[in-house]
């Protein structure tokens, strides 16, 4: 029996428990194209992981179908599923050579060696690691070793290349190097990557899509710039990038807005992404890049009054906190060219300015 479904990865419906009754993949469906590159986020124990080793053959779902190019993968064997893989910790193979290391796949494939030698040149190529061909992992560094798994990953032209938080062990510059170079790489093989990480900043940074996951199930999958600017619940917007936070209840429903009052009795308008209905409790959620701030008090329309607490500097901008009168705190992303407001002293009166349009209200 063949696939009908034109999605190139497909899960179906799957589950996977270990106990039998806590459902740690809960009737996921999942497709993914061919030639893109997704990236499974979440926090610690949402499933994404246990999605990978089951895709990879490592773990066999409870539950539903697995299918990659047509070939449902339930019962097939890691090393038959035409998949490489690379790992946290490298997996290399200590007592072997660079060229060793990548030599296994191929000789367990029982490649010619005259084969062996050129997919081996090529891969090495790939990931500009040529002229270490006859080192031990042990003289290489830690980026090093992340690209001879690359290639090792690479080296026999797999259908799919999957990849559990590879870079987690670099240090943050070299990680984030090594993300562009992992993003150029995808582009010019035109390879299917399925990426699992924690680092919102590392999805956001090289995915085609992402899909975020919480207690098994996935919360939302989109491209990059979707999740980020239109979550679709609480959780996605509060798991992916910086958010600020204002609870209240809906006073007003207006045409796909409401009016929520917060803590301080001050009432804002935002968009009613859940649809509540006057008298229910709200949380709205705004980006700190999307809060203007003002010295000063100062009456308008989705203006709140505040205090600050200090400022934060990053190099390329400064973070301002704020405590705003009903105590809930706030954060401004700010342009070095608006750096006067963020040397106020602490405890400075500041009005922030929430556009509507920007503003985004979820049930709690």
């Known amino acids: 029996?063949?696939?009908?479904?034109?999605?190139?990865?497909?899960?179906?419906?799957?589950?996977?428990?270990?106990?039998?009754?806590?459902?740690?993949?809960?009737?996921?469906?999942?497709?993914?194209?061919?030639?893109?590159?997704?990236?499974?986020?979440?926090?610690?124990?949402?499933?994404?992981?246990?999605?990978?080793?089951?895709?990879?053959?490592?773990?066999?779902?409870t539950d539903g179908e697995i299918w990659l190019d047509g070939q449902m993968l339930n019962r097939?064997?890691?090393?038959?599923?035409?998949?490489?893989?690379?790992?946290?910790?490298?997996?290399?193979?200590?007592?072997?050579?660079?060229?060793?290391?990548?030599?296994?796949?191929?000789?367990?494939?029982?490649?010619?060696?005259?084969?062996?030698?050129?997919?081996?040149?090529?891969?090495?190529?790939?990931?500009?690691?040529?002229?270490?061909?006859?080192?031990?992992p042990a003289q290489l560094s830690g980026g090093q070793q992340q690209r001879v798994a690359l290639a090792r990953a690479l080296v026999f032209n797999p259908k799919l290349v999957l990849m559990d938080e590879p870079l987690g062990a670099l240090d943050k510059q070299l990680r984030e190097h090594m993300q562009v170079e992992l993003k150029s790489l995808h582009e010019s093989l035109g390879l299917t990557f399925v990426y699992v990480t924690h680092d919102q900043s590392e999805a956001l940074t090289m995915s085609d899509r992402v899909a975020v996951f919480d207690k098994g199930v996935i919360q939302q999958l989109d491209r990059v710039d979707a999740l980020y600017e239109t979550p679709r619940n609480l959780f996605v917007a509060g798991f992916v990038g910086d958010s600020n936070q204002l609870r209240g209840t809906v006073t007003e429903v207006e045409h796909g807005y409401c009016t929520l009052q917060v803590a301080d009795g001050s009432a804002i308008r935002a968009r009613n992404i859940d649809g509540l209905r006057t008298g229910a409790a709200g949380t709205a959620i705004i980006r700190p890049e999307r809060v203007s701030i003002s010295a000063g008090t100062s009456v308008g329309a989705n203006a709140l009054q505040g205090t600050t607490l200090g400022a934060i500097y990053f190099g390329d901008h400064v973070r301002l906190r704020c405590r705003m009168a009903g105590g809930s705190e706030c954060v401004v992303k700010l342009p070095l060219e608006q750096d006067s407001v963020s040397r106020l002293p602490s405890g400075s009166p500041v009005t922030l300015n929430l556009n509507a349009d920007h503003l985004q209200v979820f049930g709690q």
């Open 76 to 136: 097939i064997p890691p090393h038959k599923r035409d998949i490489g893989m690379v790992f946290q910790n490298y997996a290399l193979f200590p007592h072997l050579s660079v060229e060793q290391n990548l030599e296994y796949p191929l000789k367990v494939r029982r490649m010619q060696p005259a084969e062996r030698t050129k997919r081996i040149d090529r891969a090495l190529a790939m990931v500009n690691m040529s002229t270490f061909a006859k080192r031990m």
């Open 1 to 61: 029996m063949e696939s009908q479904n034109p999605a190139f990865v497909d899960f179906r419906r799957v589950s996977k428990t270990y106990d039998g009754q806590t459902l740690v993949v809960d009737q996921l469906d999942l497709q993914i194209r061919r030639g893109e590159f997704l990236t499974l986020l979440g926090p610690s124990g949402s499933g994404k992981t246990t999605c990978l080793m089951m895709l990879a053959g490592f773990e066999y779902p």
